[in-house]
């Protein structure tokens, strides 16, 4: 079955950088879609970056634009976000989400993903 494993997640100054991963397995990572997602304390789980299979495009929330990037590696099944920039309200659980479509397109929506991972937190102090 698919698995994510998410890490790099720490406690980090506003203004500071971090580097997410999202180690797949369990089946070929490249058709996939992949996305970033995270969820601060009493918010709701929303978008932060896509990226398409085979790494054509990307796509990112307006919040994260300019600061965020996603990337993938095929050959290590793993996918990326670097932060910069980081604000304290940036400050949440990071989670890793796969799409089911086959050489599907990616997307901003949690329900069109159905593997995800444990998260991982990330916490920016001003």
């Known amino acids: 079955q698919v698995q994510l494993v998410e890490s790099g997640g720490a406690l980090v100054q506003a203004r500071g950088s971090l580097r997410l991963s999202c180690a797949a397995s369990?089946?070929?990572?490249?058709?996939?879609?992949m996305g970033w997602f995270r969820q601060a304390p009493g918010k709701e789980r929303e978008f932060v970056a896509a990226i398409s299979w085979g790494a054509f495009s990307t796509y990112f929330a307006a919040s994260v634009k300019g600061r965020f990037t996603i990337s993938r590696d095929n050959a290590k099944n793993t996918v990326y976000l670097q932060m910069n920039s980081l604000k304290p309200e940036d400050t949440a659980v990071y989670y890793c989400a796969s799409r089911d479509t086959y050489r599907g397109s990616y997307s901003a929506r949690s329900y069109d993903y159905a593997y995800w991972g444990q998260g991982t937190q990330v916490t920016v102090s001003s």
């Open positions: 369990g089946r070929t990572f490249n058709d996939y879609a």
